[in-house]
């Protein structure tokens, strides 16, 4: 059997010129569920997709305040997230205690961008398995910056990272040069939208599975969750339909992500919301669920949404 | 032959002699318990568009005048002047930590800017601290520059304790000094209804008045204007300002010390 004998640190090139625990780690940001990040001329909106483990389960948390005026969203594991935010905290404090100035987003995040890089130069580490949208305002304006395990630390005008991000960023492509003069609530609705994109077939924003967070100028870091998501996501539902947008969403997912069993499995994988707006009723999901129980034997085929192993990522 | 096991291992006493354990009954290290070259007051005052600070240029050896060319006006940052006063040797720790700071600081790109509420709060940790390991940094700080394009004037004392106000001095500058410059600016806001001229004027009366009767004060000093023009920051030092129109008349009539006939 074909074996990688360049995958096993951190610190051997492949004589391609690879670092393949770098590349799996890139591969453990898709596995967690999509988060998308917009800026405007005076504001920063984050949304993601929160997934819960089991139907009873709660949803995990996808967006971590910093501070007033910084926070982030994550795809991947989560417990790597909380390390790497705790990090920009304790920065965030002490810039504020020792400067009575908050932390400039750049330096926050070339921060733990230079803690994931020592972490591929190093025998015996591991790269961090998450991404994270870093938003944040400060003197110089909004930012938005992508945080990746390899230790790049971009920043962009609309990013998506995790599981069918790819979607979400077709959408952003298409209508980044109209998100600069935009205000915060058109903002939040193209956020919203990018972020739908990125869904199966069958599943929904709910107000359940939707966090949305902003900030910017005189806008302190907010969360919004639960009942406060309600609105948006009735603005959102006023505002556009999601029509054949769905299809070419779909083509581009399967083509540059290369997960190829996604939409069978997750038009099967119905168990998770009970309000689902199925209108075929409860017997089938009763037959969705013994089709679950078969794919979760045959899902060798490494696809997310039905294996257990894979929930840790969110 | 050595019968007990503290004398194992050691040199032999009737050899070298007893053991000197002098040192250990010895005093225990020692901070700074009093400053020894010392700068005089620093004085300071907002005017409509900015901050006037003065320090004059000698460093005493006690009440020797020991160094007639000390700069004690610390330019930090772009639009930031820090006035020291107190131990020199501190105030050159101090200076230091200030180039340290503006390397540090020049290290992020884009660089945020520093202005001086940074460097007043940066400076009063530092001075809390070394209070607080009982070894303090023996200086007064005054601190000008601006804050959200608003004159800004702060003070911090050794211990760590700070406050801003319209006008700040430290040393004899509090009780000769603080008296003519609150004249024009009593209170926060007063600094609207004062010039640049108005200030500078008051600071040279203020220095006047500090050299006839500080001991430890020189005619010779230091004076940074720190203005707005055209909404950006304008720093200038003028060194080597003198004490004009001294009057020494009156110093006959002092009488209880010195060499005098009567």
Same mark, same amino acid.
């Given at each position: 059997?074909?074996?990688?004998?360049?995958?096993?640190?951190?610190?051997t090139?492949?004589?391609?010129?690879?670092?393949f625990?770098v590349?799996?780690a890139?591969?453990? #940001?898709?596995?967690? +569920?999509?988060? =998308?990040?917009?800026?405007?001329?005076?504001?920063?909106?984050?949304?993601?997709?929160?997934?819960?483990a089991?139907?009873?389960? +709660?949803?995990?948390?996808?967006?971590?305040?910093?501070?007033?005026?910084?926070?982030?969203?994550?795809?991947?594991?989560?417990?790597?997230?909380?390390?790497? +935010?705790?990090?920009?905290? +304790?920065?965030?404090?002490?810039?504020?205690?020792?400067?009575?100035?908050?932390?400039?987003?750049?330096?926050?995040v070339?921060? #733990?961008?230079?803690?994931a890089?020592?972490?591929?130069?190093?025998?015996?580490r591991?790269?961090?398995?998450?991404?994270?949208?870093?938003?944040?305002?400060d003197?110089?304006?909004?930012h938005?910056?992508?945080?990746?395990?390899?230790?790049?630390?971009?920043e962009?005008?609309?990013?998506?990272?995790?599981?069918?991000?790819?979607?979400?960023?077709?959408?952003?492509?298409?209508?980044?040069?109209?998100?600069?003069?935009?205000?915060?609530?058109?903002?939040?609705?193209?956020?919203? =939208?990018?972020?739908?994109?990125?869904?199966?077939?069958?599943?929904?924003?709910?107000?359940?599975?939707?966090?949305?967070?902003?900030v910017g100028?005189?806008?302190?870091?907010?969360?919004?969750?639960?009942?406060?998501?309600?609105?948006?996501?009735?603005?959102?539902?006023?505002?556009?339909r999601?029509?054949?947008?769905r299809?070419?969403?779909?083509?581009?997912?399967?083509?540059?992500?290369?997960?190829?069993?996604? #939409?069978?499995?997750?038009?099967?994988?119905?168990?998770?919301?009970?309000?689902?707006?199925?209108?075929?009723?409860?017997?089938?999901?009763?037959?969705?669920?013994?089709?679950?129980?078969?794919?979760?034997? !045959? !899902?060798?085929?490494?696809?997310?949404?039905?294996?257990?192993?894979?929930?840790?990522?969110? | 032959?050595?019968?007990?096991?503290?004398?194992w291992?050691?040199? %032999?006493?009737?050899?070298?002699?007893?053991?000197?354990?002098?040192? &250990?009954?010895?005093?225990? /290290?020692?901070?700074?318990l009093?400053?020894?070259?010392?700068?005089?007051?620093?004085?300071?005052?907002?005017?409509?568009?900015?901050?006037?600070?003065?320090?004059?240029?000698?460093a005493?050896?006690?009440?020797? %005048?020991?160094?007639?060319?000390?700069? /004690?006006?610390?330019?930090v940052g772009?639009?930031?002047? @820090?006035?020291?006063?107190?131990?020199?040797?501190?105030?050159?720790?101090?200076?230091? $930590?200030?180039?340290? &700071?503006? $390397?540090?600081? *020049?290290?992020?790109?884009p660089?945020?800017?520093?202005?001086?509420p940074?460097?007043?709060?940066?400076?009063? %940790? $530092?001075?809390?601290?070394? %209070?607080?390991? &009982?070894?303090?940094l023996?200086?007064?700080?005054?601190?000008?520059?601006?804050?959200?394009d608003?004159?800004?004037?702060?003070?911090?004392?050794l211990?760590?304790t700070?406050?801003?106000?319209?006008?700040?001095? *430290?040393?004899f500058g509090?009780?000769?000094?603080?008296?003519i410059?609150?004249?024009?600016?009593d209170r926060?806001?007063?600094?609207?209804?004062?010039s640049?001229?108005?200030? @500078?004027?008051? $600071?040279?009366e203020?220095?006047?008045?500090?050299?006839? /009767?500080?001991?430890?004060?020189?005619?010779?000093?230091?004076?940074?204007?720190?203005?707005?023009k055209d909404?950006?920051?304008?720093?200038?030092? &003028?060194?080597?300002?003198?004490?004009?129109?001294?009057?020494? *008349?009156?110093a006959k009539?002092?009488?209880?010390?010195g060499?005098?006939?009567?």
């Amino acid at each position: 059997m074909f074996r990688n004998s360049y995958d096993n640190d951190t610190v051997t090139f492949s004589p391609t010129g690879r670092i393949f625990q770098v590349e799996y780690a890139l591969e453990a #940001i898709k596995q967690g +569920s999509a988060a =998308v990040g917009i800026t405007s001329d005076t504001h920063v909106v984050l949304v993601a997709l929160k997934r819960n483990a089991e139907e009873l389960g +709660s949803y995990q948390r996808k967006i971590t305040r910093i501070d007033d005026n910084m926070g982030l969203a994550l795809a991947g594991l989560a417990p790597d997230a909380r390390l790497l +935010s705790n990090h920009l905290r +304790s920065l965030s404090m002490r810039q504020q205690f020792l400067f009575d100035r908050p932390l400039a987003v750049n330096a926050a995040v070339a921060s #733990i961008a230079d803690k994931a890089q020592s972490n591929t130069q190093q025998y015996g580490r591991r790269p961090y398995g998450v991404g994270l949208l870093v938003a944040g305002y400060d003197e110089k304006g909004p930012h938005l910056f992508e945080f990746l395990p390899s230790g790049s630390m971009l920043e962009y005008v609309g990013s998506a990272i995790g599981a069918r991000s790819q979607a979400a960023r077709t959408y952003l492509e298409r209508n980044f040069d109209s998100f600069e003069k935009c205000s915060l609530e058109q903002l939040i609705i193209h956020g919203l =939208v990018a972020l739908r994109d990125t869904l199966p077939q069958d599943k929904e924003l709910t107000f359940q599975n939707t966090s949305i967070a902003v900030v910017g100028k005189d806008t302190k870091f907010t969360i919004l969750e639960d009942d406060a998501v309600v609105p948006w996501l009735d603005k959102l539902d006023s505002t556009s339909r999601r029509p054949q947008r769905r299809e070419t969403a779909n083509t581009n997912e399967n083509n540059e992500e290369g997960e190829t069993t996604d #939409i069978t499995e997750d038009m099967v994988d119905n168990t998770e919301s009970t309000e689902s707006t199925n209108s075929t009723g409860s017997v089938t999901n009763a037959e969705n669920a013994e089709d679950d129980n078969a794919n979760a034997n !045959s !899902s060798a085929e490494g696809d997310n949404e039905t294996d257990p192993n894979d929930r840790m990522e969110d | 032959m050595q019968h007990t096991q503290e004398k194992w291992g050691r040199p %032999r006493d009737d050899v070298y002699g007893p053991y000197d354990a002098s040192y &250990l009954n010895s005093e225990p /290290r020692t901070q700074t318990l009093q400053p020894t070259v010392t700068g005089t007051s620093v004085i300071g005052m907002k005017f409509n568009n900015g901050v006037v600070i003065a320090a004059d240029n000698l460093a005493s050896y006690g009440s020797l %005048r020991r160094f007639i060319d000390q700069e /004690r006006l610390i330019k930090v940052g772009s639009e930031t002047v @820090v006035g020291v006063g107190g131990d020199v040797s501190d105030l050159q720790t101090i200076e230091e $930590i200030m180039e340290g &700071l503006e $390397i540090s600081e *020049s290290y992020d790109e884009p660089a945020q800017s520093l202005t001086a509420p940074n460097i007043h709060s940066y400076l009063q %940790r $530092i001075m809390y601290k070394r %209070r607080s390991k &009982l070894d303090p940094l023996w200086n007064a700080l005054v601190i000008g520059g601006f804050k959200n394009d608003e004159p800004y004037l702060a003070f911090i004392d050794l211990l760590g304790t700070t406050y801003t106000a319209p006008a700040v001095a *430290s040393g004899f500058g509090s009780y000769l000094a603080i008296p003519i410059l609150r004249k024009l600016v009593d209170r926060e806001g007063d600094q609207q209804n004062v010039s640049k001229e108005q200030a @500078v004027d008051a $600071i040279k009366e203020a220095m006047k008045v500090l050299f006839y /009767r500080d001991g430890r004060a020189l005619d010779k000093y230091s004076l940074a204007i720190l203005s707005k023009k055209d909404g950006k920051p304008d720093v200038e030092i &003028l060194k080597d300002v003198r004490v004009e129109n001294q009057n020494w *008349s009156m110093a006959k009539q002092i009488k209880g010390f010195g060499t005098q006939d009567e």
